[in-house]
Nanobody, 128 residues
Framework: QVQLVETGGGLVQDGGSLRVSCAAS????????MGWFRQAPGKERDFVAA????????SYADSVKGRFTISRDNAKNTGYLQMSSLKPEDTALYYC?????????????????????WGQGTQVTVSS
């Protein structure tokens, strides 16, 4: 199985930028489709973005499209989520997730239950 560790969270002002990373170990990272989810206090875990194994296709939640960019470096076994134009409503615990299942469209990529492996999360707080 693969182990995932998120880093890079922190406190940022409204309109600012932040990049969070997801380091994978234990298995060949390029075998895994990867996603980012987030969970705010008292709310459900929501899909943010996903990227295919090779990195050629990405998908985004409507709420972050145009502001966030998901990417990966398979040689470094690391995935990234670049966040720009951050808003207070982006405040949440951000999780990366991975699966060997072939997630072929945006809907399947956005379903948390389709992911087998999860990191512990990194907190992102956007102050107004």
């Amino acid at each position: 199985q693969v182990q995932l560790v998120e880093t890079g969270g922190g406190l940022v002002q409204d309109g600012g930028s932040l990049r969070v990373s997801c380091a994978a170990s234990g298995r060949t990272f390029s075998n895994y489709h990867m996603g980012w989810f987030r969970q705010a206090p008292g709310k459900e875990r929501d899909f943010v973005a996903a990227i295919t194994r090779s990195g050629t296709r990405t998908s985004y939640a409507d709420s972050v499209k145009g502001r966030f960019t998901i990417s990966r470096d398979n040689a470094k076994n690391t995935g990234y989520l670049q966040m720009s134009s951050l808003k207070p409503e982006d405040t949440a615990l951000y999780y990366c997730a991975a699966t060997t299942t072939a997630l072929v469209d945006k809907y399947s990529s956005s379903v948390a239950d389709n992911y087998n492996y999860w990191g512990q999360g990194t907190q992102v707080t956007v102050s107004s």
